[in-house]
């Protein structure tokens, strides 16, 4: 019965079968899912046509949508976390299940706001609109995996949502408080793709450090978590039953 | 004993007694501490339960029972002491650890990798223990609409797939009705005579009858001598 355990299909399966349930769970919420991309869409609507910042607004507001996905699917699977690893599971692979799953939907919503904007807008660097909203998909995974590990509970992990992408969206990309941020790179690009800066710096590389720290972070409180408290002996014993 | 916290490990008197015949220790937990910030919940703890017996831990509330199935299983770190299990451990939480928009099949699918089964064999399986615990099996509802009961045997079920060696039960028949309460017992039996360690957590003193041991835990302000009620 355990013949798929240290196999290539079975490590797949580790990772793979984590991410299939999380999409599961993820599109059987379709009020939130649809919440969730209306709202950064309603920021761009807000804007758009009569402000230059109507794309740097709606790309960035996009953080609320993904990130906020990506913690809700943190704190959800945080009870049955310990006792998938318990089954066997380790930490990172749930992890990596999730974020390839999170990444996709990520990817998907950018896909739909650069459609959405290039026609909106009619920006002449369509390019690095695109790159631009990629990024935020990229960064705001990792973003609300790791807050969503940090965290105790939603309504801390909503805050701190609300409190990192509220600030963000308020700064200029010039401003040092907002290179501190983990959007920063995002905006950056996005100011870019508007005119409004003339040229693009380390964003990309700034962003996905952010991203991978923010993803180191994640796995780091995910593994404080796992059950490790036990010494397991591999041996399978000869047992007798009742004497 | 400590003065704060009392415990006892009856497998201790066991072996004092020189029964060499014994089947071997499954569970092994030794001088167990516990705190929560400042207060501590279990001072000095041990506990050994052997293959094909079945041991129940009661106490009042606060009293550790659950904190001390939560250090066996490896879900909460000890501040002391140390725990050494032979073989795989199921662990069946109090409160059913469950995806509420998944249903009985996705969890089985789920946890199926992570005991080195295929899908298909991970559902065989799965499906086979929900069956013999009395689960709807063609019911494919997400687990937030099943009934308490139906949502404790799929927990139930989780952990028994990959044929634990020790199984760590915390008031497992939450919302199980008397006939299926009745069964579950059958199923510890069974259970039992197949080899494996069962702790269970417990309030109710009619269960005492039903086991090999029990072991109470005391809360520490009003520790005593740990009392271990009459086996079998």
């Known amino acids: 019965m355990t013949a798929r355990r240290g196999t290539a299909a079975g490590r797949w399966a580790r990772i793979l079968v984590p991410a299939e349930m999380t999409g599961r769970e993820l599109v059987r919420r379709r009020l939130a899912l649809g919440l969730l991309t209306a709202l950064p869409l309603a920021f761009y609507g807000a804007l758009s046509g009569h402000s230059d910042r109507a794309e740097v607004t709606g790309g960035i507001a996009m ?11 943190a704190l959800t699977a945080r009870p049955v976390d310990q006792r998938l690893e318990l089954a066997g599971y380790r930490p990172h692979e749930l992890l990596l299940g999730r974020l390839l799953l999170l990444e996709l939907f990520g990817l998907v919503v950018a896909g739909l706001f650069s459609v959405v904007m290039a026609l909106g807008s009619g920006s002449a660097h369509a390019g690095a609109l695109a790159a631009g909203l990629v990024l935020v998909a990229v960064t705001s995974v990792p973003f609300g995996l790791a807050v969503g590990a940090l965290v105790p509970n939603e309504l801390e992990g909503v805050l701190i949502l609300i409190g990192v992408v509220g600030v963000q969206l308020t700064l ?12 920063w790179g995002s905006q950056r690009l996005l100011d870019y793709a508007s005119g409004d800066v003339g040229s693009i710096g380390p964003a990309v590389v700034v962003d996905l450090g952010y991203a991978l720290a923010l993803l180191a972070a994640g796995a780091y409180a995910g593994r404080r978590r796992a ?9 399978r014993p000869v047992t007798t039953g009742r004497d | ?11 201790h008197a066991a072996v004092a007694r020189g029964r060499l015949d014994e089947p071997a220790p499954l569970l092994t937990a030794e001088g167990i501490v516990k705190s929560f910030g400042r207060r501590r919940v279990l001072d000095d703890v041990s506990l050994t339960v052997r293959a094909g017996e079945v041991v129940a831990i009661v106490g009042e509330n606060g009293a550790g029972k ?12 000890a501040d002391a002491g140390q725990v050494r299990a032979e073989g795989r ?29 295929s899908r298909d064999q991970g559902l065989r399986a799965g499906r086979a223990l929900l069956d013999e615990l009395g689960f709807p099996v063609r019911d494919h509802s997400r687990s937030r609409a099943l009934s308490g009961g139906s949502r404790q045997k799929l927990n139930l079920a989780l952990a028994l797939m990959g044929e634990p060696c020790v199984l ?24 039992r005579a197949e080899g494996m360690a069962i702790v269970i957590v417990t309030h109710l003193l009619t269960d005492a009858a039903l086991v090999d041991r029990v072991v109470e835990l005391a809360i520490p302000r009003e520790a005593g001598p740990v009392a271990e009620r009459g086996p079998r």
């Open chain 1, 227 to 235: 059950p490790r408290g036990r010494m397991v002996s591999r041996r």
């Open chain 1, 172 to 183: 200029d990309s010039t401003q040092i408080v907002a290179k501190l941020l983990p959007f």
């Open chain 2, 89 to 117: 451990v199921g662990y069946c939480p109090q409160a059913p650890g469950l995806f509420d928009l998944l249903n009985a099949d996705e969890h089985l699918a789920l946890f199926a990798p992570a005991l080195g089964l």
């Open chain 1, 63 to 73: 953080a609320f949508s993904i990130a906020g996905a990506s913690i809700f699917c």
């Open chain 2, 1 to 11: 004993m400590g003065p704060a916290m009392s415990s006892v490990s009856a497998a």
């Open chain 2, 168 to 191: 760590l039960l915390d008031e497992p028949y939450q919302g199980f009705d008397h006939g299926t309460y009745v069964s579950f017992w059958e199923h510890v039996s069974r259970w």
């Open chain 2, 66 to 77: 659950s904190t001390l199935l939560r250090v066996c299983a490896g879900v909460e770190r």
